[in-house]
């Protein structure tokens, strides 16, 4: 046995040591879900266990209450900086539907895995929390405050109904939508009333029309937040939110000017007006590091998980993991924990998220990171190749 195989399995034996600790974790994240930028709880119970295990805990990084960095760094040097991404938040209404408690705990999982022989080779293992992914992007923030300027390359694991790793995300873009009429009595005096109600409900048919001529990695949905306060008024205000999806950032910007167009529309023929706002920051397109999901893969296989390619009809959403993927070499992979008739974002695969097929994904998860982490800092030749493809892609 050669001592990076040496080394790795001395992982795995530390991540089953430390399984009922990690599942007990994941499952008290689980059963009290925080939403976006409000993960007070999760936050502090993961950089507990860190803190605990002798990590440095930088909290409340990036002007975020609720994100952290938490470093290790062996004692034959500081290079290659691996990233673990933790995130913790949760859906409204729907709990940790997405897995979140899994991707958390499996990245600190992976991090005290690598500890435990960490000075026997030179590098520095990063757990990075990211707070907000569903909603406000804490990635991006954090991606600006400059907080992966050091890193080397960031890995993370996000639960699924398929084993993959070299999956894309489409670029997403929020546009919010607010219309003004003139309230007036709905029976009395209908012809003194502008109702801001029509022109968002014309709005919500024009889009719909327009996904007639959509292209294929193209995605537009939306709810309206606000429709009227009573049936006898004529409303005066409604608003609306919508997102805008494509696989590039160029096609996502073309189809909101359409999706703008199409409110206009909706509220001149109500006669109405309409204020449109597009938040600055926007959830970029992943691009995954073949050579982080080549190391991966070949991890995950070691550990008797079969790797499946993505799907062909390329539906998928979006995440803030993208937008490092740009600045960094990132991977973004995922792992099996419920059969594929499962939706993502349902009770069902919230149940997943805390079932003991959620609970081999997470100890899984954590091994293969683990297992990756140490495949870089064993071979500093690795990471420079991660760089010359990341270059290559974005200069």
Known sequence: MSNIDELKQRIVDEVDTRREELIRTSDTIHAKPELAFQEFEAAALLTSVLEREGFTVQRGVAGLETAFVASYTSQKGDRPIVALLAEYDA??????????????????????????????????????????????GGKIIMVEAGVFDDVDVAMMVHPSTRTMSRRTSLACYELKMEFFGQAAHAAGSPDKGINALDACILTY??????????????????????????????PDYTAAEFLVR???????????????????????????????????????NMA????????????????????????????????DMGN?????????SYITIAPEEVA????????ASASPEGHAGLLDAAK?????????FSNPDLVDAAWEEHQTRFG
Do not use: W
């Not at 937040?225 to 008024?233: K, L, R």
């Not at 096609?251 to 000017?257: F, G, N, R, T």
């Not at 999706?259 to 920051?281: F, I």
């Open 205 to 234: 048919n024009n889009i719909s029309a327009l996904r007639q001529q959509l292209a294929d990695d193209i995605r537009i949905h939306g709810i309206i937040t606000h429709g009227g306060s009573a049936p006898n008024i004529i």
């Open 246 to 284: 494509a696989a590039e950032k160029d096609h996502a910007l073309a189809m909101l000017d359409k999706v703008e167009d199409c409110a206009r529309a909706g509220a001149l023929a109500a006669g109405a007006e309409v204020r449109l706002t597009r938040p600055e920051k926007y959830y970029a």
């Open 91 to 136: 859906l409204a209404d729907l709990g940790h539907a997405c897995g979140h408690n899994i991707i958390g705990t499996s990245s600190v999982g992976a991090a005290l895995a690598v500890q435990s022989v960490l000075d026997e080779i030179p590098g520095t293992i990063q757990v990075i929390g990211t707070p907000a992914e569903e909603g406000g």
């Open 324 to 332: 490092v993927s740009h600045i960094v070499p990132a991977l973004h």
């Open 288 to 319: 995954p590091s073949s050579v982080l999901a080549d190391l991966f893969d070949a991890n995950l296989t070691t550990l008797g998980r079969e790797v499946q390619l993505p799907p062909s009809s390329g539906r998928m959403g979006s995440t």
């Open 368 to 376: 293969a990171l683990a297992m990756t982490a140490v495949d870089l």
């Open 344 to 351: 993502g974002h349902s009770p069902e695969f919230r149940a």
